[in-house]
């Protein structure tokens, strides 16, 4: 169903134009600052009595020095373990009581906290939040406990599972000079051994109203958000925070190569090219030529990897591109994919494959209508993804927390629409080249090979 709900806006938005999608009304959005520092954006979305409200600090894994990777993510957890007047776990029971949802995430760039509830106790949600803000208790024997689940989260996600390890340690070679090469849960070796006195200079250091963005979305207004916001948040004393600065990428100068031998069962080929992303681009153009970059080689059923490599040439299983576009660092182009192993195809095959789709585009623009299907794509799922307050609150706050505005979401159809197919084809020209390239390719360990013998076979 929602296949065909996006097919149908595909080809409504195709046929009204996307210009006339770019002068909607935009949704009453306003921004203020207290006098500590916290940032404060409020959008108004009345089409239910519920609200969202997230709190995003500009701290993540690409902050965090070597022998302390995982240390943000381990203070996510901690941060649900009681602050002066809630003990632990208690402030996560009397949400739950309320039918409220509530959860938190971390990333390179961003550590955030979310509560979904009825406009009606949005007062709540931010009295615990910014309570947890500047009185976080952080108890010994919690940590103690806690660690031990974050150990065996590592486990679960990476170390047992082949493909996230492959991808891992293939993320250490691409970053060759960020700490994007970092893993957001952390080195093993460094996970075990933090301390609580590591988490709370940690603690002390970055969760200061200045380097944080309280973003609430839902059926409120201003007027009745200020002073909730004022009251519980402006209390908290200002503090003196570290200068950040962005992780940058060489800009080329060497082709890199990485084997990665695990248990899989089958063998798969990325190609990361370092790309700047829209925080760190000189020219913001290029970034969102390579976002349509991107759709041209992989945004459905249609386009040109799935379409060519897959149904057509057969040579992958599967084939994709990916890019993130907003990032606070410099980012990764990546194509990947899986050779067709019942044509016995290798992954040098492959490669060649994806590296003729690459040198078409170089040289030959797309054409108006495809062009003009991705952009008309990618506005539709951006609309229909905003039926939820939570994701325009995720949108707004990953903006913000990574250095830009949240003006630029409501311009985006616009911007897109801009963008020329010359464009596409030269950031091709300028990006997708060897100089840039990490080359992984994820080979199954001896013993983990198939034996293709028949047993009793003559």
Not at 57 to 69: H, K, L, M
Not at 194 to 217: E, F, H, K, S
Request: net charge negative; hydrophobic share 40%.
């Amino acid at each position: 169903m929602l296949r065909l709900k996006t097919a149908f806006s595909a080809l409504l938005l195709a046929l009204v134009g996307l210009p006339a999608m770019a002068q909607e009304p935009n949704q009453p959005t306003h921004e203020f600052h207290l006098d500590n520092g916290l940032k404060v954006i409020v959008r108004e979305d009345h089409r239910a009595p519920v609200v969202v409200s997230q709190l995003w600090y500009r701290v993540g894994s690409s902050n965090e020095p070597p022998g302390q990777t995982g240390i943000s993510h381990a203070l996510e957890h901690m941060m649900f373990k009681g602050s002066e007047n809630l003990g632990p776990g208690e402030a996560s029971k009397l949400l739950g009581s309320l039918g409220a949802q509530e959860n938190a995430f971390t990333s390179r760039d961003y550590t955030a906290y979310y509560q979904v509830l009825s406009r009606e106790q949005l007062a709540i949600a931010l009295e615990m939040e910014a309570e947890r803000m500047h009185s976080a208790r952080l108890p010994e024997d919690e940590f103690l406990r806690e660690i031990e689940v974050i150990k065996e989260e590592r486990r679960l996600r990476v170390d047992d599972n082949p493909n996230s390890l492959a991808y891992e340690r293939f993320l250490t070679q691409a970053h060759m000079a960020s700490s994007y090469g970092q893993p957001v849960i952390g080195w093993m070796h460094d996970i075990e051994r933090l301390t609580i006195d590591d988490l709370r200079a940690w603690y002390r250091t970055w969760y200061q109203p200045g380097n944080a963005i309280l973003v609430i979305v839902g059926d409120v207004s201003l007027e009745e958000v200020r002073p909730m916001v004022d009251s519980y948040f402006g209390p908290i004393p200002a503090g003196e925070l570290p200068p950040q600065k962005a992780p940058l990428e060489l800009p080329g100068g060497a082709e890199r190569n990485v084997t990665i031998e695990v248990d899989v069962q089958l063998p798969s080929l990325i190609l990361s090219f370092n790309v700047p992303s829209l925080s760190t681009a000189t020219e913001a153009w290029e970034v969102h030529a390579l976002r349509l970059l991107e759709g041209v080689l992989d945004a459905g059923y249609s386009s040109r990897l799935p379409s060519r490599l897959e149904r057509g040439s057969g040579v992958a299983t599967s084939a994709s591109a990916s890019y993130s576009a907003f990032s606070r660092g410099d980012t990764l182009f990546t194509l990947s994919g899986l050779p067709n192993q019942s044509r016995d195809v290798t992954l040098a095959e492959l490669e060649a494959a994806l590296w003729e789709q690459i040198d078409l585009l170089k040289n030959t623009p797309p054409d108006s209508a495809e062009l003009t299907r991705i952009k008309t794509q990618m506005v539709a799922e951006d609309v229909y993804a905003r039926d939820s307050i939570t994701h325009q609150a995720n949108q707004i706050g990953q903006f913000e927390s990574v250095g830009l505005s949240w003006t630029l979401l409501d311009q985006d159809a616009a911007t897109l629409e801009a963008v020329t197919p010359e464009q596409v084809s030269a950031v091709a020209r300028r990006y997708l080249v060897p100089q840039r390239l990490t080359r992984g390719q994820i080979v199954p360990t001896p013993e983990s090979t198939p034996n293709t013998a028949i047993e009793g076979a003559n």
